[in-house]
């Protein structure tokens, strides 16, 4: 175990400590007077740095958090004279008040456009016995965040005894887990389901994008009693009105 600690303010309390013990009798612990002294002068000199240093990272601080405060008031009028800017030129309708004030204008709005058709649609009994369907929400070429932002994905569904497709619910694109895969969990089904038809498309705003290929699915029961996908493929198009 070291006798000199390892903490720089424990290291000059010691030095404090035992500076004038050891200036006391020098020679009879084998020391010089003259070591002692120059001790007793580094160990001043080393307490006074030490409030410097210490006195001075509170000064940083302090100035770190009135720097910080200062830009904040700043951000805030040049933010209240931008958008005043903004409101003059375009209320005058003179695009030269950007330019003279050195500001770029208003980027023009880009048409929003109907989300891609939702495609690779599998489907898997989940623990608890509730059907999921999944899809990929945007091709492969897309990127992700920009071709699903502000989707909302419709669901349909047909079993055998019903003519057309009904919305059972609704799913947003999915950021986490499987990139670029959005899916839904079938809890409405009825008992003993047979032959299942699903559709999934894609609606942003008053959009709506084209609909996936119809995703049949016939479902079988288990040794066990539970339910398994026993058969799952694409069909044709459905054609949907927009």
């Not at 204008?105 to 989940?126: D, H, K, M, S, W």
């Not at 996936?212 to 054609?239: E, H, Q, R």
Request: aromatic share 6%.
């Amino acid at each position: 175990m070291p006798v000199v600690p390892d903490k720089k303010v424990e290291q000059i309390e010691f030095a404090e400590q035992h500076a004038p013990v050891w200036a006391a009798t020098p020679t009879a612990i084998g020391l010089t007077a003259a070591q002692c002294t120059a001790i007793t002068t580094a160990t001043t000199t080393a307490r006074r740095s030490y409030k410097e240093a210490l006195a001075a990272r509170e000064a940083s601080k302090a100035a770190t958090t009135q720097a910080d405060n200062d830009i904040k008031t700043m951000l805030n009028l040049v933010g209240d004279a931008v958008k005043i800017i903004r409101h003059y030129a375009e209320s005058t309708n003179n695009p030269n008040v950007f330019a003279a004030a050195q500001i770029p204008p208003p980027a023009t709005p880009v048409p929003a456009i109907p989300p891609p058709q939702p495609g690779e649609l599998p489907a898997g009994i989940n623990a608890m016995g509730t059907l999921s369907v999944e899809w990929k929400a945007s091709p492969a070429t897309a990127g992700f965040d920009d071709s699903t932002s502000g989707v909302l994905y419709l669901v349909r569904r047909k079993m055998n005894a019903e003519t057309g497709f009904t919305i059972v619910g609704t799913a947003k694109p999915t950021h986490a887990g499987k990139r670029g895969f959005s899916s839904f969990t079938d809890s409405s089904l009825p008992a003993n389901p047979a032959n299942l038809q699903y559709v999934v498309q894609g609606v942003r705003g008053n959009l709506n994008g084209p609909a996936s290929n119809v995703f049949n699915v016939t479902l079988g029961i288990g040794g066990g009693g539970g339910m398994f996908v026993a058969d799952s493929s694409m069909g044709p198009d459905l054609k949907m009105a927009a």
